[in-house]
């Protein structure tokens, strides 16, 4: 059933990404951390400096994609998702090559493509939305393959991609890292730790490779005026930003990846366990190391969000994909479940339930925030300003308006970890946007402090979804 060329498995790669990602392309939001990339990339792409004049934690390379996107589609979230849809795809494809070289077994390869594609496309908070996650993922899989052909420039084409990877997310690094120790120890152990015999300088290459981008984005900003923003962002706040590591919420995290993609976890489990020899030793040893520093990087983010857990889709699908093995014997259980005879009908149900419930909760719940933008929309002048506070900062990407603090995202400033993590005083970074007279101010339920700064000056317009937002106008002089 697998197609014999590839442009037809890059094409039915792209329709399993198109079909079920297709619903997510039309709500406003899906997690907040694309509004930030929104914006962020929206205000570089008209010019704004990056840590300066806006801000966030994250490397420079995800707001460099998003400035490309709002250069090439503008204010259009559609076209942003349909691309993202199409990097999954792509990512599918790749991972189809490196497995064909793993096992030269189309069959498992073609099985480990789609099962990334729905691995990423299920669950909103596990892949659905746009996240760094499948940006570089993308440059994982891609060097990745480039790994399997050990060339000297090979490896130092390999690094270079991991090192763009890295500037999207420092978390790359594990992945990189654990990879290139995995290969260098097993050419190692295939020439007897005889190290004349051992190209140790392909994995200098890499290194170098993998230095470049981020030495690049270090001299730019050393040759701009905004070295001091980009080291605090870089070097510093991720050692305030990450708390520390909650063991049991991290355990929690994984059997929860775990259960949301039962029949997928059963399959990598099967694959790994299995007495046939479709997976060889060092390509077990390749895996498990792999996982092992994905895990690693997890764990010292010391949050436990679920798009963390987009990381160990690359390796688990390789692996996933082998249970679809022509050698590899099925058990009884596995051969009623997964057989032609009732496989397809399986996967068709479970598609269709977890379609219906992502339809009904992102097309509802994530489309609040157009009608607060057709609201506001309908009632600023073409020169009034609007403070989202701690509500959805995507309206203003709606409204095509710029923030008025250049921490983007709401919870630098209403979470007091990450405030701390940041340095920042929010009650004097709040009244200083309250002194620009924003026309608007939109809050999402009591907010004590914003309340205090308001009062006197702002009339409440207008309620939301049962008193849960609440749009409020400044008044004028005359008290109107």
């Known amino acids: 059933m697998v197609p014999r060329k590839n442009v037809h498995i890059f094409l039915l790669f792209v329709a399993a990404s198109l079909l079920l990602r297709f619903y997510s392309f039309f709500p406003a939001i899906i997690d907040h951390d694309e509004s ?7 205000d570089i792409a008209m010019g704004k400096d990056l840590y300066a004049d806006v801000t966030d934690t994250k490397p420079a390379g995800i707001f460099l994609i998003y400035a490309f996107f709002h250069l090439v589609f503008g204010y259009s979230i559609f076209l942003t998702r349909l691309v993202v849809s199409m990097v999954v795809a792509f990512t599918a494809w790749l991972i189809y090559h490196a497995a064909v070289r793993l096992y030269e077994a189309r069959q498992a390869a073609f099985a480990a493509g789609l099962i990334y594609i729905f691995y990423t496309s299920v669950w909103s908070q596990f892949g659905l939305s746009p996240n760094t996650e499948q940006f570089f993922n993308l440059t994982t899989i891609s060097g ?9 420039q090979n490896f130092a084409l390999s690094g270079l991609i991991f090192g ?11 992945d990189f890292l654990f990879l290139a120790v995995f290969f260098l120890v097993q050419e190692c152990i295939q020439n007897q730790w005889k190290l004349k015999k051992v190209g140790i300088v392909k994995y200098i290459l890499a290194g170098v490779g993998f230095s470049v981008p981020f030495l690049g984005a270090n001299l730019y900003f050393f040759l701009g005026n905004h070295f001091e923003a ?9 050692f305030r930003y990450g708390k520390d590591p909650d063991p049991v919420k991290y355990v929690v995290l994984l059997l929860d990846f ?10 990598f489990f099967y694959a790994i366990f299995s007495k046939s020899s479709v997976l060889k030793k060092h390509q077990l040893f390749m895996f498990l190391c792999w996982i092992s520093g994905v895990l690693v990087a997890m764990y010292l983010q010391g949050k436990s969000f679920d798009h963390y857990t987009l990381q160990l889709v690359v390796p688990f699908s390789l692996v996933a994909g082998l249970f679809f093995h022509p050698e590899l014997t099925w058990d009884r259980f596995s051969a009623f479940i ?5 496989g397809f009908l399986f996967l068709g149900v479970l598609v269709l339930v977890v379609q219906i419930s992502g339809i009904t909760g992102v097309l509802t719940e994530k489309n609040r925030p157009r009608k607060i933008a057709a609201y506001l929309k309908a009632e600023m002048d073409p020169g009034d300003s609007v403070y989202l506070s701690n509500y959805s900062h995507v309206v203003y990407y709606l409204l095509k308006k710029e923030c008025p603090t250049r921490y983007v995202h709401p919870t630098l400033l209403t979470n007091p970890e990450h405030a701390r993590a940041f340095g920042i005083d929010a009650k004097v970074e709040i009244e200083n946007v309250m002194k620009s007279r924003p026309a608007f101010v939109v809050l999402r339920e009591p907010y004590p402090m914003m309340n205090e700064l308001m009062d006197g000056e702002y009339s409440l317009q207008k309620t939301f979804f049962d008193g849960s937002v609440s ?4 008044r004028n002089n005359d008290g109107e």
């Open 471 to 474: 749009v409020f106008k400044r």
């Open 144 to 152: 990745f393959l480039l790994l399997l052909n050990p060339k000297k």
């Open 258 to 267: 775990l259960s949301r993609f039962l029949p997928l976890s059963f399959m």
């Open 338 to 342: 997964f057989g032609r005879k009732y």
């Open 230 to 238: 980009f080291a605090d962002i870089t070097y510093a706040l991720p």
């Open 36 to 42: 930030t990339y929104l914006i962020i990339g929206r």
């Open 164 to 174: 763009v990877g890295f500037m999207i997310k420092y978390v790359v690094l594990f």
